[in-house]
Each structure stands twice: as C-alpha cells, then as structure tokens.
C-alpha cells in the first residue's frame, strides 16, 4: 500500500483531518491505529486532540522504538495514522515505509518546517519516500499563504533556541515568509 505525508503549518487542521480519516476507515470496518511520537519519553497511550475539539487515544512510538514492535501487539492493521509525524526519526519513517511495503496504508500529518523553516527529520525522509504528498493550506493574518510556524515570546518572535520546544502550543502563530522575516506578528 501507499505511504502519504499531509503536511501543513500548526493551525491548519493537519490533527482533525487525521481523526476525520480515522472515523471515515473505521466506518468501512478497517482496522486502524492511530499513532504518534512521544517526544518527551511519556509511554503508554496519549490522546490527540485538534482545535476544533475532536479527540481521540493514540498510541506512542517512543523515541528510538522499533515502530513494528510498537504495533505488534494490535493484531491485523489496515490503516496506520500518525499525527505529529515531523517527531518520528528517520529509521522510524523507514520502518513505517517497510509496513506499507508490506500492505498497511500509512497516512503521516505533521509539520514540515520548525520555528525557523527548517525541515524536521521524521518530515525530511517522509518528503523522500512517501508515495504521496499532500499540502493542507492555511492562511497569514495578512492573506499570503502561511509556511513558517513562527515562535513567539511576549509579542515577540524568537528566532534562536532549540527545535522541539514541547508543549508550546500557545507559543507559535503560523506566518507567511514576510511577516516572519519582518517580525509583525
Ligand atoms: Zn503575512
């Protein structure tokens, strides 16, 4: 089956449209499992949760966990959904490539770029082997197309620090280039 990476700033509904396909698989009696990479070693279930209320349990890939041994025990898979999949290490993208190989449909959603449009390394190697690659696009306050997740701090935007900065949600804004370069948030 086919490996497919959604890609689009925060903001852009990438974790409803992953819970969205879920329900829609789920309807035709697929089995599927949502997934996502915890970031900060926390292990056992976690939940996914889009802006517009939809929630569902995932279950975690911890950092450097084979993500075949981490589905092993879920029996026959059809579907395999990841949010947040700009986490995943290269090696966990390959593994999930090696499942799609073998016939499980993998549907990834995550960001591409960090706070200083620079790409992640699980979106790195899904922007190389995946079958399909799909934008969802979403808009700057100013009305050009948004492409950088900016990071902010008391009104201002950061552009130094460390890539992963957990549990920030409150502290990005997606930007067009202009308005990030400029500082206007
Ligand atoms: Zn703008």
Redesign the pocket.
């Known amino acids: 089956m086919k490996m497919y990476f959604y890609y689009g700033v925060m903001g852009s509904s990438k974790t409803a449209c992953a819970l969205m396909k879920k329900f829609s698989f789920e309807e035709k009696n697929r089995h599927v499992v949502l997934a996502k990479p915890s970031i900060d070693n926390r292990d056992g279930k976690s939940l996914v949760k889009s802006r517009i209320g939809l929630a569902c349990e995932a279950i975690c890939i911890d950092k450097d966990a084979n993500v075949k041994d981490t589905l092993a025990a879920l029996g026959k898979i059809d579907v395999i959904i990841v949010d947040e999949a700009q986490f995943l290490s290269c090696e966990q993208v390959n593994q999930l490539r090696r499942l799609a190989d073998s016939g499980v449909m993998v549907m990834c959603y995550g960001l591409k770029t960090d706070y200083m449009g620079n790409l992640f390394e699980g979106s790195r190697r899904l922007l190389e082997i995946s079958d399909s690659i799909r934008e969802i696009q979403s808009m700057?306050?100013?009305?050009?197309k948004?492409i950088i997740n900016a990071r902010y701090n008391n009104g201002k935007i950061i552009y130094t620090g460390n890539q992963i900065d957990i549990g920030g949600n409150d502290k990005y804004i997606a930007?067009?280039h202009?308005?990030w370069e400029k500082g206007?948030i």
């Open positions: 700057c306050k100013c009305g050009k948004a930007l067009c202009s308005c206007i």
